[in-house]
């Protein structure tokens, strides 16, 4: 019954500590740039200048802050058209950083969020506990051949 107990404290305590590494690792690659943007950005159209569709899914776009112009490039959706409908002049909806305009994104920061935070969590909380099971079955095999 210990054993029990005591395995099963093992193996929560290993998935917890996974969990955790995989948001740390994989999570802070985006997301608090997209949470800056939701809280200190700000909106504003660019001008698309131009469209990587066929390969990536991307565009690179212009615009103005004052009297200083920014560039960047990202992906559609999120509020803007498709890529493919996309074409140099088009304007799409971006945020950019307010104290930092180099800082920007295509689309709405908030809705990228949400998907990236939905793809961490499926990773963050599946992947771990595959392995885990894996490691428990393998030592549990070797440690039943220690004994044979």
């Given at each position: 019954?210990?054993?029990?107990?005591?395995?099963?404290?093992?193996?929560?305590?290993?998935?917890?500590?996974?969990?955790?590494?995989?948001?740390?690792?994989?999570?802070?690659?985006?997301?608090?740039?997209?949470?800056?943007?939701?809280?200190?950005?700000?909106?504003?159209?660019?001008?698309?200048?131009?469209?990587?569709?066929?390969?990536?899914?991307?565009?690179?776009?212009?615009?103005?802050v004052?009297?200083?112009?920014?560039?960047?490039s990202?992906?559609?959706?999120?509020?803007?058209?498709?890529?493919?409908?996309?074409?140099?002049?088009?304007a799409?909806?971006?945020?950019?950083?307010?104290?930092?305009?180099?800082?920007?994104?295509?689309?709405?920061?908030?809705?990228?969020?949400?998907?990236?935070f939905?793809?961490?969590?499926?990773?963050?909380?599946?992947?771990?506990?595959?392995?885990?099971?894996?490691?428990?079955?393998?030592?549990?095999?070797?440690?039943?051949q220690?004994?044979?």
């Amino acid at each position: 019954m210990i054993n029990t107990i005591s395995r099963r404290i093992y193996f929560i305590s290993y998935y917890i500590i996974s969990v955790v590494l995989v948001f740390t690792l994989f999570g802070s690659i985006k997301w608090l740039t997209y949470v800056k943007l939701m809280t200190n950005g700000t909106a504003t159209n660019a001008i698309v200048t131009t469209t990587t569709c066929s390969n990536s899914m991307t565009f690179s776009y212009r615009f103005d802050v004052g009297e200083k112009s920014f560039v960047g490039s990202g992906g559609d959706g999120y509020g803007n058209q498709p890529c493919s409908s996309l074409k140099p002049g088009d304007a799409a909806m971006i945020y950019y950083l307010t104290s930092d305009p180099r800082t920007s994104i295509p689309g709405d920061p908030a809705a990228r969020l949400i998907s990236e935070f939905a793809a961490i969590a499926l990773v963050a909380f599946f992947v771990p506990i595959l392995l885990l099971l894996i490691l428990f079955s393998v030592f549990k095999l070797w440690r039943n051949q220690k004994k044979a």
